[in-house]
C-alpha cells in the first residue's frame, strides 16, 4: 500500500504532519527520560528520532516492515536497534520495554487486534501501549481537501474514511477488544503552512500511502481533473492545513 517507496517521498508526503505530531504524541502518552521505548511502524524515524532525543540512542528500539524505511532510519539514528518486522510479530522478547508507541500505524495494519496484543506483550507491567491515527473519518484528517476532491469526480472511489480506528472511539474500542487496561483517548493537532497550492500538491504525486496509490493509478487527464478540483477547495496561498489524530494510552495487560 504505497510504503515501499524512498524515506524521502515518505517525508515530502507525510512526513510534514508527523514530524510535528510526534512530540504532541510523546508527551500525551507520558514517555519520559529513564524510559526504554519502542516504536512500532517507524517508517524512516520521525517519532524515534524524537524519542532518542528524549531518551538516547541506547533507550530506543524501533521496527517497520519496509526496507527503504528501515534503511533509512538506521541511516539518520546510529546507534538504535532498528529491525525489519510486522507489528502483528514483533521481534523483542516479552516485557521488555517501558513504552511501546505507534503513531499512524495501526489503521494499517491488516491485523490491528493482534498488532496491538503485540505491542501489550513486549511492553512491562506497569508500562504504556499508546497509539494515534488521523481523525479520517471525521474530516478532520491532513488529506482531507485531497480525499473530498476524489469524491466530487467518483463518489465510489475508495478513501482511508473506512479504515480501522479512524473514527472517534474505534481506537479505543480496538484497545478494548486487544485487552488492554485504563484505556485514556485522547487528541491532537498539528498545522502545517504551505507557500503555493504546488507545494501542496507535488507530494501527492509521489506515491505515498493511498492518496499516492490513487494519483498514481490516474492517467494525465483524470490527474488534472482531480489536481483542478482540489485547487478548487483550498484558499488561496499562502494557507495552513490544520489536521487533528485520535490518540489512546493505556496499560498492558
Known amino acids: 500500500m504505497g510504503f515501499d517507496v524512498a524515506a524521502d517521498a515518505y517525508d515530502r508526503f507525510m512526513g510534514q504532519y508527523s514530524g510535528p505530531l510526534a512530540g504532541e504524541f510523546l508527551r500525551l502518552a507520558g514517555v519520559r527520560s529513564g524510559h526504554r521505548a519502542l516504536d512500532v511502524g517507524c517508517g524512516p524515524g520521525a517519532l524515534t528520532a524524537r524519542l532518542v532525543s528524549l531518551l538516547g540512542a541506547g533507550g530506543v528500539a524501533a521496527v517497520d516492515p519496509s526496507p527503504p524505511f528501515v534503511a533509512a532510519a538506521r541511516d539518520r539514528l546510529p546507534g538504535v536497534d532498528i529491525r525489519r518486522g510486522a507489528a502483528e510479530r514483533l521481534p523483542f522478547a516479552d516485557s521488555v520495554f517501558d513504552a511501546t508507541l505507534a503513531q499512524l500505524v495501526i489503521h494499517f495494519l491488516a491485523d490491528p487486534v493482534a498488532g496491538l496484543r503485540e505491542m501489550s506483550r513486549v511492553t512491562r507491567s506497569g508500562g504504556v501501549v499508546a497509539a494515534c491515527v488521523w481523525d479520517h473519518a471525521g ?26 480506528g479512524i473514527a472517534e472511539g474505534q481506537l479505543a474500542d480496538l484497545f478494548d477488544t486487544a485487552g488492554l487496561l485504563e484505556i485514556e483517548q485522547g487528541s491532537a493537532s498539528v498545522r502545517v503552512e504551505f507557500e503555493s497550492f504546488a507545494a501542496w500538491w507535488e507530494p501527492f504525486t509521489l506515491g505515498v500511502g493511498p492518496a499516492g496509490d490513487h494519483v498514481r493509478r490516474l492517467g494525465v487527464r483524470g490527474r488534472d481533473e482531480l489536481r483542478h478540483a482540489c485547487a478548487g477547495l483550498l484558499p488561496a496561498a499562502p494557507f495552513g492545513i490544520d489536521a487533528t489524530a485520535w490518540t489512546v494510552r493505556a496499560r498492558p495487560r
Open 139 to 164: 474530516g478532520k484528517g491532513p488529506l482531507a481537501t485531497f480525499w473530498e476532491a476524489v469524491q466530487s469526480i467518483d463518489d465510489r472511489a475508495p478513501t482511508e474514511a473506512l479504515l480501522p
